[in-house]
């Protein structure tokens, strides 16, 4: 079992935090604005390796980390 960030782009408020802590360069800006106005991020699944650090760092609770049944293959 593996697991996997997902966002709530509707709470981001685009602030970049979980872009500096991704160790493997999963997260970037969708370049789309939310309800509120936020350029929100987006979260690249297959360069994610479920650290969570993003999940730590993110000051607005955005994300969740999910179990994913076996690889991606
Ligand atoms: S740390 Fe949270 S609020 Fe900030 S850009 Fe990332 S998901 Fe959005
Ligand atoms: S769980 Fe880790 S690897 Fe995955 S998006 Fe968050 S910081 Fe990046």
Redesign the pocket.
Known sequence: MAKKAQ?NLEK????????GVCPTGA?HRSGTSNKKGYN??EINFEKCNGCGA?YI????C??TLIETTGSAR
């Open positions: 966002v981001c408020k685009g602030c970049d935090l979980c872009i997260i929100y991020i993003c760092i993110c000051p607005d955005c994300f």
